[in-house]
């Protein structure tokens, strides 16, 4: 537990160096999270050893930086046009080296991973501004309900919510997450509006909705991808982040929430009244 906690403070101010300079040059933004999802993609990879194929590695490199990247222009689409055209190009001249399941698998998951940074891109990239207010909604609820759920399990979990695929994972952990996920998203709220901006007033209701959904799909997302584990008979995805295990071990959750989010933020709105502090 206590490497646990030493890599997350670590993370931590990571993301907060990333908020201040991000301020100051937003593309900053995307070109963390592009990088970030090259690693999550490779690591995916690895699940099948798939990392091993040059073909595959280069595209993969290739789509997982150029989509997040993308995602802030008005060709968001092309990368993933010419990645799916690739890959099925893959099926017929790589068919004695790969089988249709491994392409397919490793194309699956890496156009899901990928199309959910992207929206984290496009999230902070066309909001018009307060853009690490979007980065910290977009990550801390379900970063928020996995570690609420990991402290509260360890400590009270009585009850096991998915033993033969999670046995960790309990009730009491799933609940806390609940709390974490909600007191989270609200409190991020109130922090960038009365300490960080000061002009803007947030709307608490979507917080609420996003806070609640963020925590119950982190788990769905924790359990969908430690099947792909369990089934690809590996522990972890990597080892990047000692007592976490790789970086798709973390982001697992966020995966099924920034989409989310994104949406409630371009349907909803996150920002409901910009104070004019001028005198």
Known sequence: MKTRIITAIIGIIFVVLLMIFGEMLPILFAVAVAIVNAIICMEFLTAKKLQKNPPVAILTLI????????????????????????SFLFMIFLREKLSVSEITFGYTGVTVISLAMSAISRLIC???????????????????ADSTAYFVGSFMGKHKLCPKISPNKTVEGALGGIVGSVVGAMLAGLIFQFL???????????LLVIGVYCSVVSILGDLVFSVIKRDCGIKDYGSIMPGHGGLLDRFDSVIFCAPFVFFISETWGLVINVINCTV
């Open 63 to 86: 789509f997982s930086v150029a989509m997040p990247l993308a995602a802030c222009t008005s060709l968001w689409y092309i990368p993933i046009y010419v990645y799916s055209f690739v």
């Open 126 to 144: 066309c909001s018009g501004g307060w853009n690490s207010f979007y980065l910290v909604m977009a990550v801390v609820s379900p970063w928020l």
């Open 196 to 206: 960080v901006y000061r002009n803007v007033q947030f709307n608490y209701l979507a």
